[in-house]
């Protein structure tokens, strides 16, 4: 049996009453973003020039269009609104650029400190294998050992060869150097 669509459920949040704004905290600082970062272009500044050189040629040249009754007053007021609101917008931005840096050094922090954490270990780790290596028998010694045995089985006194003295007493060696 289907349920009623009249009866709340419980489990669920509520839908909203009334008319909501969705605000976006970041959303002006995003947009201080985008224009500090444009102001500082090229673009910006060849599109302003532009548009003062024509300001400056209307009122010098075309006098019937003067709408600037004091020459170049309204063009010191546009620049200086323009000043007055770019200047906190990119000291927003700047902000926004230094918690962003922020986060990041925590970030680089904590990569170093676990970076060191595990070089340590595994500087501690090598150790351990270098003390383990040094207690495992060598080619070397188990040759002489195993010698010592063979003697001590034949009955004759243990005498170790250098390796010089192994290959001289192979008869292939003998041959190939006494032969030329």
Known sequence: ????????????????????????????????????????TGKFLFWQTMIVVT?????????SLRWDPYPFILLNLAFSTQAAYAAPLILLAQNRQDDRDRG?????????????????????ELAALRLAVGEVATRDYLRSELEKLKAGLQGEPARRKRPAE???DDPR??????SG
């Open 1 to 40: 049996m289907p349920e009623p669509t009249s009866r709340r459920r419980l489990d669920q949040p509520r839908a909203p009453r009334g008319l909501r704004f969705s605000f976006d905290p970041d959303a002006f600082g995003r947009f201080s973003e985008n224009l500090a970062r444009f102001l500082g």
């Open 55 to 63: 300001w400056i040629t209307l009122n010098l040249v075309a006098v």
């Open 104 to 124: 990041s050094l925590e970030e680089d922090r904590a990569r170093a400190a676990q970076t060191k954490a595990d070089t340590e270990y595994m500087a501690r």
């Open 166 to 168: 192994v290959v001289r």
């Open 173 to 178: 060696w003998s041959e190939a150097h006494h």
